[in-house]
């Protein structure tokens, strides 16, 4: 079984539309994160999630926002698509990290998102 | 503002040679650093990581050299294989602030020479 799950793998979609991502983990970790890679392939954080809390919002457009229904699911819905959104956006799920210690994240296999 | 830095795009190496990655960062608050590595069409998986209190772990035919007074860090792949043909992402964060987010290089494409 896939521990870091994402669905769909490719989404092609007019500007101005609505899409959701979903992400799924069966690792029982308790935070998870949502990174993009744009044309560059410069991975960046965009949010993580601990405990149905957002602990981390880097500066992005609030047209992007994470949704969690429960610990193992962490899905990302897009308002409003532009082109520069097209990138691949990747999950990522770790335990949360003490002070002192980093936890290790997992990644799904991407989202590979075109903005027409 | 990239944080961290991976100058080379690619690297080719025979088969049986060492693979030797670099990586800089700029941020002198990061104190643990990572190696992540992606096969095309799959999510980055961790290599190895090193903390900021050490300058050098080894795992298998895999090594991670860390320079803090340079702001450098190294992957030494020895012997290097055919498999070992990926993206190499290099990654750091600021453990002792309790954050857990990555900061990512733009990666090194390695190829291994049969």
């Known amino acids: 079984d896939t521990a870091v799950s994402q669905t769909p793998k490719y989404l092609v979609t007019q500007m101005g539309n609505d899409k959701s991502i979903k992400c799924e983990q069966n690792l029982g970790h308790d935070t998870m994160y949502w990174y993009k890679q744009d044309s560059k392939k410069f991975l960046k954080i965009m949010f993580s999630y601990n405990n149905k809390e957002l602990i981390i919002n880097e500066t992005v457009p609030n047209r992007f926002s994470p949704k969690s229904p429960d610990k193992a699911h962490l899905n990302l819905h897009i308002n409003s698509l532009e082109l520069g959104d097209s990138a691949v956006y990747f999950c990522a799920s770790s335990h949360r990290g003490l002070a002192g210690g980093q936890e290790t994240q997992y990644f799904g296999p991407g989202t590979r998102l075109l903005v027409l | 503002d990239q944080q961290v830095k991976q100058n080379s795009p690619s690297l080719s190496v025979q088969e049986g040679r060492i693979s030797i990655l670099n990586c800089d960062y700029t941020?002198?608050?990061?104190?643990?650093f990572l190696w992540y590595k992606k096969y095309p069409a799959e999510g980055p998986t961790f290599l190895i990581s090193?903390?900021?209190?050490?300058d050098k772990n080894e795992d298998g035919r895999f090594t991670v050299f860390l320079n803090k007074s340079a702001k450098h860090l190294s992957l030494h792949i020895v012997p290097s294989q055919p498999g070992d043909s990926a993206v190499y992402f290099c990654?750091?964060?600021?453990?002792?602030?309790?954050?857990?987010?990555?900061?990512f290089g733009t990666g090194t494409r390695l190829t291994v020479i049969p």
């Open positions: 941020n002198s608050m990061f104190d643990y």
């Open positions: 090193i903390s900021s209190i050490k």
């Open positions: 990654a750091a964060s600021r453990v002792k602030t309790g954050a857990n987010n990555l900061f």
